[in-house]
């Protein structure tokens, strides 16, 4: 598959449950991000890497935790989460962090009971 | 402070009528930004990038320095067009990333 993939596409988590949410970009891009996608606030940047390196932490709850063990692939760690965490969570990649166009996946839908 | 503004949240129109999504920045730094758009069920994607200065689906956006606006125009909406769109600056960070965003409703 080509572009940005993300995997899964739903969860449903226990707010005691521990699961990871994968992004993987088959474009080439040395730069991804997370961000947050629900209804009260349509948009949140989450973490930036770029070149592997952690660029960017918008006041991230430490409940979640980014990993990107290379350029290709983005993980996001969760746990303890709460209710209101749940959203859509999108990744993107972009050529590099700056003047570039950033390309999305699909977003994982996580519901936390 | 820096931002990207969208003032408006939902548009809605008639079919073959004119559209104006607003944009507005406040930034130093160089202003090429970008507008994105998210069809329903679809995922978010690129509309056009001031940069690039095309016309994408019938829209254009200018940069007008001076009113530091970045508004999204199409002259005549169709209904295809009814989706969510995004203003963004060209880095995204823990302080400047994506406008609010607004919803364009095109009726029949």
């Known amino acids: 598959e080509t572009g940005v993939t993300q995997t899964p596409r739903h969860l449903v988590m226990g707010m005691t449950n521990k699961k990871s949410l994968k992004c993987e970009q088959h474009?080439?891009?040395?730069?991804m991000y997370w961000y947050k996608q629900s209804a009260k606030k349509p948009l949140e940047l989450m973490f930036v890497?770029?070149?592997?390196?952690?660029?960017e932490n918008n006041s991230v709850p430490s409940r979640f935790s980014p990993e990107c063990p290379n350029s290709s692939h983005l993980f996001l760690h969760l746990h303890t989460l709460q209710p209101e965490d749940s959203a859509l969570y999108l990744c993107?990649?972009?050529?590099?962090?700056?003047?570039?166009?950033?390309?999305f996946g699909p977003g994982t839908r996580l519901t936390v009971l | 402070a820096q931002r990207v503004t969208q003032p408006e949240k939902l548009l809605s129109v008639f079919k073959g009528a004119p559209v104006e999504l607003k944009c507005n920045y406040s930034?130093?730094?160089?202003?090429?930004l970008f507008w994105y758009v998210q069809y329903s069920r679809q995922r978010l994607q690129l509309l056009l990038r001031?940069?690039s200065r095309e016309s994408i689906k019938g829209f254009t956006a200018d940069l007008n320095k001076g009113e530091t606006s970045f508004h999204l125009k199409k002259p005549f909406a169709q209904e295809e067009d009814s989706a969510m769109y995004y203003c963004?600056?060209?880095?995204?960070?823990?302080?400047?990333?994506f406008g609010k965003g607004i919803t364009l409703s095109v009726r029949p």
């Open positions: 993107a990649s972009s050529s590099a962090w700056g003047l570039d166009t950033q390309y």
């Open positions: 474009l080439g891009h040395n730069a």
């Open positions: 890497y770029n070149f592997k390196e952690q660029t």
């Open positions: 930034y130093s730094g160089s202003p090429e």
């Open positions: 001031h940069i």
């Open positions: 963004a600056p060209p880095r995204a960070n823990s302080k400047l990333t």
